[in-house]
C-alpha cells in the first residue's frame, strides 16, 4: 500500500477530498496522529479534558449521547476549543440504519451532528444506501465520513469478506468516504486513492478492559500495521492519570511512529 507509507504531507498535496486534505495538513503542521476518545458524561469533564490535550492532538473524538448535560453551549465551546487549538472534531456516531433514517439522524434531532462535527463514522452493514445518505447532508457541508471496517473488540464480526467489501464500497464514494476505522493499513490505495485509516484499541500499559477491548501499542498500530491516526480513550483521563501528561505521551509515541513507518 504505496500510499500509506508517504507522508501527510504528500498525500495531503494530491487528495482530491478537501476534508481529508485539511486533515492530513492539519497532521503534518501540528505534528500529531494522536485522536483522543473523550468518553465521559458530564459536560464540564469533556470541556476541562478537551482543553487539556487539545495542544496535543490532531482529532478530538466524541460519542456526544453519552454527555448527560448536552447542550447547544457545549457544541459552541468544542468548536471554540477546536479552533483554539487547531484540531478538528469527530463524532463516533457509528450510523448503521437505511438511508432516509440515517439522513435524519445525521441532521437532525437534538445533536444536529452534522452541524458541528468535521467528521462522523458508520457500519456498513446496511448497504451502500447509508453513504448515499449521510452524504446528501454532509458533503454540502465538506463533511468526511470513515466506515468501519474492522472493529478492535474480541470476536468483531467485521473481517474477511466483510471488510473487503467495505473497503470497495469507500472506493466508490470517495468523494464523501476519507477513510476507515481499522486495525490496520486496508490497501485499498493499491488501486489508487487513499484512505485515512484510523485505529482505536490503543495503550501503552494494558492489554484489554475486561469487556472485550484489545490493546496494542502506537508503534505495533503505526510501524507494524500500517494505521495513520492513533485513538486513545482511557488511557489518557483514566483514573489517577495526568491528562496532559499523558496526551503529550501518546502523542509522542504516535508521531515517532509515523517517522519511524518505513518510506519508499
Ligand atoms: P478506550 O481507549 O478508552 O478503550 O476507548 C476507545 C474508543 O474507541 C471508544 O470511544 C470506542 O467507542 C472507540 N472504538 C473502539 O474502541 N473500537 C472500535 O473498533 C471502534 C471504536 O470506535
Same mark, same amino acid.
Given at each position: 500500500?504505496?500510499?500509506?507509507?508517504?507522508?501527510?504531507?504528500?498525500?495531503?498535496?494530491?487528495?482530491?477530498? #478537501?476534508?481529508? $486534505?485539511?486533515? +492530513?495538513? *492539519?497532521? &503534518?503542521?501540528?505534528?500529531?496522529?494522536?485522536?483522543?476518545?473523550?468518553?465521559? %458524561?458530564?459536560?464540564?469533564?469533556?470541556?476541562?479534558?478537551?482543553?487539556?490535550?487539545?495542544?496535543?492532538?490532531?482529532?478530538?473524538?466524541?460519542?456526544?449521547?453519552?454527555?448527560?448535560?448536552?447542550?447547544?453551549?457545549?457544541?459552541?465551546?468544542?468548536?471554540?476549543?477546536?479552533?483554539?487549538?487547531?484540531?478538528?472534531?469527530?463524532?463516533?456516531?457509528?450510523?448503521?440504519?437505511?438511508?432516509?433514517?440515517?439522513?435524519?439522524?445525521?441532521?437532525?434531532?437534538?445533536?444536529?451532528?452534522?452541524?458541528?462535527?468535521?467528521?462522523?463514522?458508520?457500519?456498513?452493514?446496511?448497504?451502500?444506501?447509508?453513504?448515499?445518505?449521510?452524504?446528501?447532508?454532509?458533503? #454540502?457541508?465538506? $463533511?468526511?465520513? +470513515?466506515? *468501519?471496517? &474492522?472493529?478492535?473488540?474480541?470476536?468483531?464480526?467485521?473481517?474477511?469478506?466483510? %471488510?473487503?467489501?467495505?473497503?470497495?464500497?469507500?472506493?466508490?464514494?470517495?468523494?464523501?468516504?476519507?477513510?476507515?476505522?481499522?486495525?490496520?493499513?486496508?490497501?485499498?490505495?493499491?488501486?489508487?486513492?487513499?484512505?485515512?485509516?484510523?485505529?482505536?484499541?490503543?495503550?501503552?500499559?494494558?492489554?484489554?478492559?475486561?469487556?472485550?477491548?484489545?490493546?496494542?501499542?502506537?508503534?505495533?498500530?503505526?510501524?507494524?500495521?500500517?494505521?495513520?491516526?492513533?485513538?486513545?480513550?482511557?488511557?489518557?483521563?483514566?483514573?489517577?492519570?495526568?491528562?496532559?501528561?499523558?496526551?503529550?505521551?501518546?502523542?509522542?509515541?504516535?508521531?515517532?511512529?509515523?517517522?519511524?513507518? #518505513?518510506?519508499?
Amino acid at each position: 500500500s504505496s500510499n500509506l507509507r508517504k507522508t501527510y504531507t504528500e498525500r495531503a498535496a494530491v487528495h482530491p477530498n #478537501p476534508c481529508a $486534505r485539511t486533515f +492530513l495538513e *492539519l497532521m &503534518e503542521r501540528k505534528r500529531s496522529n494522536l485522536s483522543v476518545a473523550v468518553d465521559v %458524561t458530564s459536560k464540564t469533564e469533556l470541556l476541562e479534558i478537551a482543553g487539556k490535550v487539545g495542544p496535543y492532538i490532531c482529532l478530538l473524538k466524541t460519542h456526544i449521547d453519552i454527555v448527560n448535560d448536552f447542550d447547544q453551549d457545549l457544541v459552541d465551546q468544542l468548536k471554540a476549543l477546536s479552533k483554539k487549538h487547531d484540531f478538528m472534531i469527530f463524532e463516533d456516531r457509528k450510523f448503521a440504519d437505511i438511508g432516509n433514517t440515517v439522513k435524519l439522524q445525521y441532521g437532525f434531532g437534538i445533536y444536529r451532528i452534522a452541524s458541528w462535527a468535521d467528521i462522523t463514522n458508520c457500519h456498513s452493514v446496511p448497504g451502500e444506501g447509508i453513504i448515499s445518505g449521510l452524504k446528501e447532508i454532509g458533503l #454540502p457541508l465538506n $463533511r468526511g465520513l +470513515l466506515l *468501519l471496517a &474492522e472493529m478492535s473488540s474480541a470476536g468483531s464480526l467485521a473481517t474477511g469478506a466483510y %471488510t473487503a467489501a467495505t473497503v470497495a464500497m469507500a472506493r466508490r464514494h470517495q468523494d464523501f468516504v476519507i477513510g476507515f476505522i481499522a486495525m490496520r493499513g486496508m490497501d485499498a490505495e493499491d488501486e489508487g486513492g487513499d484512505f485515512i485509516v484510523m485505529t482505536p484499541g490503543v495503550s501503552l500499559d494494558v492489554a484489554g478492559d475486561g469487556l472485550g477491548q484489545q490493546y496494542r501499542t502506537p508503534r505495533e498500530v503505526v510501524v507494524e500495521s500500517g494505521g495513520d491516526v492513533v485513538i486513545v480513550g482511557r488511557g489518557i483521563y483514566g483514573k489517577g492519570k495526568n491528562v496532559e501528561e499523558q496526551a503529550k505521551r501518546y502523542r509522542d509515541a504516535g508521531w515517532e511512529a509515523y517517522l519511524e513507518r #518505513p518510506v519508499p
